[in-house]
């Protein structure tokens, strides 16, 4: 389970001692890829773990990271929690002092990554498309730091971006939703019309239409069309009322089966599909079952998993062992960097021929019998 950060009183980030550059040979080399849990801290700036999680409240070091959310905070249950993760179990693990700067609005984000940089650390890692620029701009300023960024390409030597094709996962959670719906009808819709959302959208799509060729059946998919490349977007990825009234709307054009794609205001889906009964929801990014509220458990049918916790641990590692690249990590379900959690409390209502046909899938969409494909893909 993920546990959600509590916030500890602001602390400085204090800069490291000494000349970062005479103790590690620093170039850019191939990252790895991690996750994990130790000491945690937060505020809109950066801060440092607290010795109860057995973090580290020393000072930056060689061995350093930091790390820099997007606007939608750090406690986002989705990739900016995760990635979090993987610098905590770095730092537990595998001695990596971590901070986090925690963004809130857009005018956070380019100070963030400035002050990140600041640090001395020798890695940094941003997390999502609204960090691409600022990225791109400190990278080619420091060519000596190690940058990775989660689901989003930023092309310079020193660089590595941490990619999922969440649509080969996205295929079976849309042929298990077609599997299961009783109304005929399920749904997605998106936080903004942006390719790491609108690809799980599309392998959703296809797995549906998978299901329905399969079975001779014609469930009907609410919310997006990947012809048109268009549907449902609340616009945001922050406002959970947003989230809810869409999935209500949804939800009453016969929709029994939802998967929201838009970070926290998913819970509004949830919220929506607790209050109407009868409507499961499909989470996206790590298991929703764990990092939801645990009313929402009854609901929640299974996730869209991106192992970015493991990712960026090992990516982290890779910057301190002269092993790290620019090489994009692309996390697939024939690497296990993408996969469907296990449908927990709603496992009665997955039969075992459906679950037997989605183990099938899953082999074959990793071996390259069946191919998922996306404008969207990395």
């Excluded at 993920?2 to 001692?17: F, G, I, Q, V, W």
């Excluded at 990271?65 to 990635?83: C, E, H, I, P, Y």
């Excluded at 092993?323 to 209502?349: I, R």
Aim: overall charge negative.
């Amino acid at each position: 389970m993920l546990a959600r950060p509590a916030a500890p009183a602001p602390l400085t980030d204090p800069a490291r001692p000494g000349d970062r550059g005479s103790s590690r040979l620093r170039h850019p080399r191939l990252l790895g890829v991690a996750g994990g849990l130790a000491g945690l801290a937060l505020l809109a700036g950066c801060a440092s773990a607290p010795a109860e999680g057995g973090g580290s409240t020393a000072g930056a070091s060689e061995n350093c990271a930091r790390m820099v959310t997007n606007s939608g905070g750090l406690d986002d249950r989705s990739f900016n929690q995760s990635s979090w993760a993987g610098l905590q179990k770095a730092e537990k693990d595998d001695g990596i002092q971590a901070r986090v700067l925690v963004s809130t609005t857009e005018n956070d984000l380019a100070p963030n990554v400035a002050q990140a940089v600041d640090s001395g650390c020798g890695f940094v890692l941003t997390v999502g498309y609204e960090l691409a620029p600022a990225t791109e701009e400190q990278a080619k300023a420091h060519p000596d730091i190690d940058f990775a960024i989660v689901d989003e390409t930023v092309e310079a030597p020193n660089v590595k971006p941490i990619l999922f094709d969440t649509a080969q996962a996205s295929y079976l959670a849309g042929y298990l939703a077609a599997g299961v719906s009783k109304s005929g009808k399920v749904a997605t819709f998106g936080g903004g019309n942006q390719p790491p959302v609108t690809l799980f959208m599309d392998g959703f799509s296809d797995g549906v239409d998978a299901y329905n060729a399969a079975h001779d059946t014609s469930v009907q998919l609410l919310g997006w069309s990947k012809e048109a490349q268009d549907g449902s977007f609340t616009g945001d990825f922050e406002d959970v009322n947003k989230g809810k009234q869409l999935a209500q709307a949804l939800i009453d054009q016969g929709a029994d089966v939802i998967m929201p794609v838009a970070g926290q205001v998913g819970e509004g889906a949830a919220s929506a599909a607790l209050a109407t009964g009868g409507v499961d929801v499909i989470w996206v990014d790590n298991d929703g079952y764990d990092t939801l509220p645990a009313e929402y458990r009854p609901i929640v049918l299974t996730s869209v998993i991106k192992d970015t916790e493991k990712a960026v641990q090992q990516i982290a590692v890779s910057s301190t062992d002269g092993s790290f690249s620019n090489d994009p990590y692309v996390g697939t379900l024939d690497n296990g960097g993408v996969d469907l959690a296990p449908f927990h409390d709603l496992a009665s209502s997955v039969s075992p021929e459906l679950s037997d046909e989605l183990d099938a899938l899953r082999g074959q969409i990793a071996s390259g019998a069946v191919t998922v494909t996306s404008p969207s893909q990395p």
